[in-house]
């Protein structure tokens, strides 16, 4: 049995910094890459190695499977685990991976392939004897075959990019009026997203909820379901909160969705990690959707209910180890919640807002968890997923697990850019989640929008309060004379420091010690990479004149002269990257 003594996430972000903390358990090295955008990252500080990949636009670094192979190489890692996103869905790079002899932590090139074509995935669930949508698993080539299907069928339809997923290339039509330009629409955004514009048509089911089954499949012809978990809380197909069990499922009908997703993973001949995902109708049917071929963002809440790390699952699956658990083992304990933190404005329609957090404090306390890729001072990048944390709560049942999260909520501080945090708070307490409702037409409109700003203003006074007892790292001390009924009163007052207050301290020190000692030679006082040399070899100079600027921690530090004096023997670059103490070149004159 191989057992991997390395392996590289191909990630960034939280997701990134979860696979870690599991590698960490099993005593296995943990290797991360890192985009030019993300020099620093958290998910970079808590790898054992991290490796630049930095070659084109930063945001296409995580996409680019080869880069990611030579740097495997050069690493010498065992395996690979892509995470969610990026590369985890794509057949061809999984058989690259293997390709290199470098093992890949998730499902079989071909289950992928499979899962990636929509009508294919049809074709072969529905041999299986697994529920599909109503409508044809054949593409349709032409509106008036859709027109054909609709008589047959009955409106509304709804028309799907095949190689789709997640909601990109949907097209609804009411009736045969509507059919082309539907039908040209969805090959468009096909053709646009997915390069393929080959679409098929399901029947369009009204309010259902999105349920979806994870399960686990060994190599060894063990086949595990874990439990639903409902995703119906959207915004144009966007998840935003999942809990686990679905408030619509009870006993009979999770059997049933069990029994459902076992038979799919088993038709696609999987293994590792996967979900199905499905819709359940008013009426309690239930209907297989499309598979997702990955980890996905909410398999915490499933890691809560079970008490199971799928991370850890995987990698074990991965180094060809039978399962350790039959079904009759796997207990669904509890209720578990996510929130998505996103940094994104809701009163501008969820905008995305990157920037700069300048507090942050997580919650704790019984029954949360939190997974995060940044902490305070880290930035949120424009060229990514805006998520700055998963926030789960478990709890015996869902109203004390609702709760539980609303007081989470309340306990998490982020500053900088605008969050979800208010946004989830006024949904958690609207009637129709509180009665586990599908909340169609609620997360869109005005009336919540309102509520989540008032929300966060809640949470911004209450976070100044918690701010005084925490932050005694950045306390400052000042001495006020105060005057009380007559009386005299020198009173010590503590405030917090702004929060640049610490790195302008930080630079001041770094320059009183570090450009110009005695001897002449100005080194660097951190490590970083050189950004820009000011000077050149003969140049006189004076006294605070820039001699260079070096990145660190993201911040632009200028190395200014200590003394007056001719600049010597430059020995850097721009690009270069320094080391503490390394000359940047010599300063004669007067020390
Ligand atoms: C559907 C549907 C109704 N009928 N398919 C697909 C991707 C996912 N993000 C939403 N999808 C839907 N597919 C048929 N045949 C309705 C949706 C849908 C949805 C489903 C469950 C919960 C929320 C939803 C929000 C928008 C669309």
Redesign the pocket.
């Known amino acids: 049995m191989p057992t991997f003594s390395r392996v590289l996430v191909a990630n960034r972000g939280e997701i990134a910094v979860r696979i870690f903390r599991t590698l960490r358990e099993l005593g296995i090295e943990a290797v991360a890459v890192y985009s030019d955008a993300d020099r620093g990252a958290l998910h970079t500080r808590v790898a054992d190695e991290a490796f630049r990949i930095g070659r084109g636009p930063a945001e296409e670094s995580y996409l680019r499977g080869d880069v990611i192979i030579d740097t495997a190489l050069r690493a010498g890692v065992s395996a690979i685990h892509p995470g969610y996103g990026f590369l985890a869905e794509n057949a061809p790079f999984a058989r690259a991976v293997e390709a290199a002899g470098i093992t890949w932590i998730g499902p079989p090139a071909s289950a992928i392939e499979l899962m990636g074509s929509k009508t294919e995935a049809r074709t072969a669930m529905k041999a299986a004897g697994v529920p599909i ?1 109503p ?1 044809a698993t054949e593409p349709v080539r032409t509106s008036a075959a859709v027109v054909e299907l609709g008589a047959d069928i009955g409106y509304p339809l ?1 028309i ?1 990019a095949a190689a789709g ?3 990109k290339g ?1 097209e ?1 039509v009411t009736d045969p009026t509507g059919v082309v330009q539907a039908f040209e629409a969805a090959q468009r955004q096909g053709l646009r997203y997915f390069a393929d514009d080959t679409v098929y048509v ?9 349920v979806e089954a994870q399960i686990l499949a060994d190599g060894h012809g063990t086949v595990l379901f874990l439990g639903e978990r409902d ?4 915004r144009r ?1 966007q ?1 935003l909160i999942e809990e686990t069990p679905s408030p619509a499922v009870d006993d009979a009908l999770r059997a049933r969705i069990g029994e459902i997703a076992v038979n799919a993973a088993r038709a696609a001949g999987y293994r590792s990690a996967g979900t199905i ?1 499905g ?1 359940l109708t008013r009426d309690g049917e239930y ?1 297989f ?2 598979m997702n071929t990955r980890i996905q963002v909410e398999h915490t809440v499933t890691e809560l209910v079970t008490g199971l790390d799928l991370i850890r699952e995987q990698i074990l699956i991965a180094q060809g180890e039978p399962l350790s658990l039959r079904q009759e083992d796997v207990i669904l304990r509890g209720h578990a919640i996510e929130c998505r933190i996103n940094a994104e404005d809701v009163g501008k329609g969820f905008l995305p807002a990157p920037g700069l957090i300048t507090e942050y404090e997580e919650p704790s306390g019984p029954g949360v968890r939190v997974d995060s890729g940044v902490r305070a001072g880290d930035e949120i990048s424009g060229l990514y997923d805006p998520m700055i944390a998963k926030l789960i709560v478990h709890d015996t049942n869902r109203e004390t697990a609702r709760r539980r999260m609303l007081r989470a909520l309340a306990e998490f501080r982020i500053s900088g850019p605008p969050t979800l945090l208010g946004f989830h708070a006024a949904l958690l307490t609207e009637p129709c989640f509180v009665d586990g409702g ?1 909340c ?1 037409g609620h997360v869109e409109s005005q009336e919540l929008a309102q509520r989540a700003n008032e929300m966060t203003e809640t949470f911004t006074h209450q976070a100044t309060n918690v701010q005084r007892a925490s932050d005694r790292v950045a306390l400052r001390e000042r001495v006020v004379s105060v005057e009380v009924e007559g009386r005299a009163f020198d009173v010590r007052v503590h405030s917090t420091e702004p929060p640049w207050a610490s790195l302008a301290r930080r630079r001041r020190d770094r320059r009183d010690v570090g450009a110009g000692s005695a001897s002449g030679a100005v080194v660097s006082p951190m490590q970083g990479i050189v950004l820009s040399v000011a000077v050149a070899d003969g140049d006189a100079i004076e006294t605070g004149g820039v001699i260079c600027v070096i990145e660190a921690m993201k911040m632009e530090n200028e190395i200014t002269a200590q003394h007056p004096g001719i600049v010597r023997s430059i020995a850097i670059a721009p690009g270069q990257s320094l080391s503490n103490g390394q000359l940047i070149c010599l300063l004669a004159g007067e020390g």
């Open positions: 949508i409508g709804i799907k997923g997640g909601g949907m609804i399901e029947r369009y089911l009204e309010e259902p909820r999105h995703c119906t809380i959207q197909h998840k995902e819709l209907f959707m499309e599908t169609h």
